[in-house]
């Protein structure tokens, strides 16, 4: 519920807060004292749309700050934490707007977007009055309102769920269809492709290998002169083995008349000589394997060059054949087994339509019964509202198999019948604005204990109607409030009567300009505030008596808040 409300430089208002309590709130005032002003704020900390005239003049930026408390099951959690945005049972939203009609949002100080601000304050407040344009003047929300009512959003849930699943499997066949198209149409060349692929078999790493043994059997010949050379000079006079040899038998006989002194020498000659007899064979070793056939340097080159043709060819390097070649596979076991594979994906899809249809059929009979009961639920509300000849009607129509969505096979619209002798039509092009708002009461009383949305703004919902008719509205509206809370902005006394919260708007001159001022009145100045309200501009002392007995009707209970959230600890 709406705990709080901060105003700041917001047309007439400078500096306003206002704190608000449970159930049924009323605001009065003079015509033109500003209570389109207070809701304009609040409309603007809950995302509509922001208009720079709303700045006061001079002032550069207005803010509004409106504070709620939420309950654990209340939806704007599951948003918060969808966005990664810190959560809390109270959440703050604020909006400033600038003398340019741009606007910064927050959330309990973090900065959001407007839209996302938007979204969150549908699910905190409703607004209705005469000249609404969206809500129960929407017919895409009618089905909502239907759902909420019956209590099956969980089948609601099942059948999105369902049409997901159905869709996926769509676009897999469609996409499925559409390479197989591509796949055949390319057939030919990929055939080819493929059987030059196989006679040429790339291999990963071979033209690095290729290249290699192509440089050595170009320089072949040279190459082995030189390692005949080398051998040559370590075989001079006797190689340097012998060298070694000889040089380690005369210091083994000498190195025991200076003890010590010599080993150290005598083991680095040891490991030199193990080390230039590897060499030498290594070396031998070498010059046996090297490989100078002519021929062999013609298959290499005719190698490297085959395979590097190709692979300009299909614009990949000598590696990437090898993937190419397994992508040209697949296309063709594609086409050769493309038929198995749509014939799977066909019934997949068939599956998926029954499921989705199954529950969307199920859907559709709970809509029916909800709509039903939904319809009786409101009608009893409509003769107190002096609208005993209008009919109420949740009219469930079948839609073609191409309009099917998450939300069911039907459309659901909300239709009334105002008069006898005219015909049932579409509430927004039925209804006129003091029926669509006593309709819109009807209504939310009806669905007051399955709504979510814990707050409920109603802009003179008793526009055009007065003594008995204006006390049935203040009745269902006390009712109302006892199940969640509700503003109300009222020129009618009986309906500023019902309120357990009364915020007198009022316009106050300030030198050269005029300022909005909100009073919360206690009990002696209501019964004044609605003694005006029925007298005029004299209050009489008759007056001042119907106002007393108007507030001595007592005021439903307000419901208790349901409990917190659970807090992590920090």
């Known amino acids: 519920m709406l705990r709080s409300l901060a105003i700041r430089n917001v047309v007439l208002i400078d500096k306003l807060d206002l704190r608000f309590e449970g159930g049924l709130c009323v605001l009065t005032g003079e015509t033109g004292s500003g209570k389109s002003i207070l809701l304009d704020a609040l409309g603007l900390a809950i995302g509509f749309r922001a208009d720079a005239d709303l700045v006061a003049s001079g002032a550069g930026q207005s803010s509004v700050a409106a504070e709620f408390e939420i309950d654990d099951a209340h939806p704007a959690h599951a948003i918060l934490a969808d966005q990664g945005l810190d959560d809390d049972d109270v959440l703050v939203l604020r909006r400033i707007l600038n003398e340019r009609g741009r606007s910064r949002a927050f959330v309990n100080d973090q900065p959001i977007s407007v839209a996302l601000l938007r979204r969150l304050g549908e699910t905190l407040v409703e607004v209705h009055g005469q000249f609404e344009t969206h809500g129960l003047l929407d017919p895409a929300t009618h089905v909502r309102y239907v759902d909420v009512y019956g209590r099956h959003l969980d089948q609601v849930s099942a059948v999105s769920a369902a049409w997901d699943g159905w869709r996926t499997v769509r676009t897999a066949l469609a996409e499925a269809e559409e390479a197989q198209r591509r796949a055949r149409a390319d057939e030919e060349f990929l055939r080819h492709a493929a059987d030059e692929l196989a006679r040429a078999n790339p291999q990963l790493g071979e033209e690095e290998t290729l290249a290699s043994s192509r440089t050595m059997l170009m320089h072949g010949e040279a190459i082995l002169a030189t390692m005949n050379e080398a051998m040559a000079d370590l075989a001079k006079g006797g190689g340097v083995g012998q060298a070694l040899r000889l040089a380690l038998l005369k210091l083994e006989r000498a190195k025991d008349k200076v003890p010590g002194r010599l080993d150290s020498a005598i083991g680095s000659l040891e490991r030199a000589l193990i080390e230039a007899n590897e060499g030498?064979?290594?070396?031998?070793?070498?010059?046996?394997?090297?490989?100078?056939?002519?021929?062999?340097?013609?298959?290499?080159?005719?190698?490297?060059?085959?395979?590097?043709?190709?692979?300009?060819?299909?614009?990949?390097?000598?590696?990437?054949?090898?993937?190419?070649?397994?992508?040209?596979?697949?296309?063709?076991?594609?086409?050769?087994?493309?038929?198995?594979?749509?014939?799977?994906?066909?019934?997949?899809?068939?599956?998926?339509?029954?499921?989705?249809?199954?529950?969307?059929?199920?859907?559709?009979?709970?809509?029916?019964?909800?709509?039903?009961?939904?319809?009786?639920?409101?009608?009893?509300?409509?003769?107190?509202?002096?609208?005993?000849?209008?009919?109420?009607?949740?009219?469930?129509?079948?839609?073609?198999?191409?309009?099917?969505?998450?939300?069911?096979?039907?459309?659901?619209?909300?239709?009334?019948?105002?008069?006898?002798?005219?015909?049932?039509?579409?509430?927004?092009?039925?209804?006129?604005?003091?029926?669509?708002?006593?309709?819109?009461?009807?209504?939310?009383?009806?669905?007051?204990?399955?709504?979510?949305?814990?707050?409920?703004?109603?802009?003179?919902?008793?526009?055009?109607?007065?003594?008995?008719?204006?006390?049935?509205?203040?009745?269902?509206?006390?009712?109302?409030?006892?199940?969640?809370?509700?503003?109300?902005?009222?020129?009618?006394?009986?309906?500023?009567?019902?309120?357990?919260?009364?915020?007198?708007?009022?316009?106050?001159?300030?030198?050269?300009?005029?300022?909005?001022?909100?009073?919360?009145?206690?009990?002696?100045?209501?019964?004044?505030?609605?003694?005006?309200?029925?007298?005029g501009a004299k209050v009489t002392e008759e007056a001042r008596a119907a106002a007393l007995s108007l507030l001595a009707t007592p005021a439903p209970a307000v419901a208790k808040a349901k409990p917190k959230k659970a807090r992590a600890a920090s």
Not at 380 to 401: D, N
């Open 280 to 535: 030498v064979a290594e070396l031998e070793r070498a010059s046996a394997g090297l490989d100078i056939d002519p021929a062999g340097l013609e298959r290499a080159e005719e190698r490297l060059f085959e395979l590097r043709r190709l692979a300009r060819k299909h614009g990949v390097s000598v590696d990437g054949l090898v993937d190419f070649r397994a992508d040209i596979d697949k296309k063709l076991g594609s086409i050769d087994d493309g038929g198995a594979a749509l014939a799977r994906l066909t019934k997949e899809v068939a599956a998926a339509r029954d499921a989705y249809i199954a529950v969307a059929t199920k859907l559709s009979a709970a809509r029916g019964i909800a709509g039903d009961k939904l319809r009786i639920a409101v009608e009893k509300e409509l003769p107190a509202l002096m609208l005993g000849s209008a009919r109420f009607r949740v009219a469930l129509t079948s839609v073609a198999e191409n309009d099917w969505g998450p939300l069911g096979m039907e459309r659901v619209v909300f239709e009334v019948q105002t008069n006898p002798n005219t015909a049932a039509g579409p509430i927004n092009r039925i209804a006129s604005g003091g029926e669509l708002s006593r309709i819109m009461l009807g209504l939310k009383v009806a669905l007051a204990e399955s709504d979510s949305v814990p707050t409920l703004v109603f802009d003179e919902v008793d526009a055009g109607v007065g003594g008995a008719a204006a006390a049935a509205v203040g009745d269902r509206l006390a009712r109302l409030g006892g199940a969640v809370q509700v503003l109300v902005v009222t020129h009618s006394p009986q309906v500023a009567a019902r309120g357990l919260q009364h915020l007198r708007i009022a316009k106050k001159a300030d030198g050269a300009t005029n300022r909005t001022d909100v009073v919360q009145l206690p009990m002696d100045e209501r019964a004044e505030e609605i003694a005006r309200m029925l007298a």
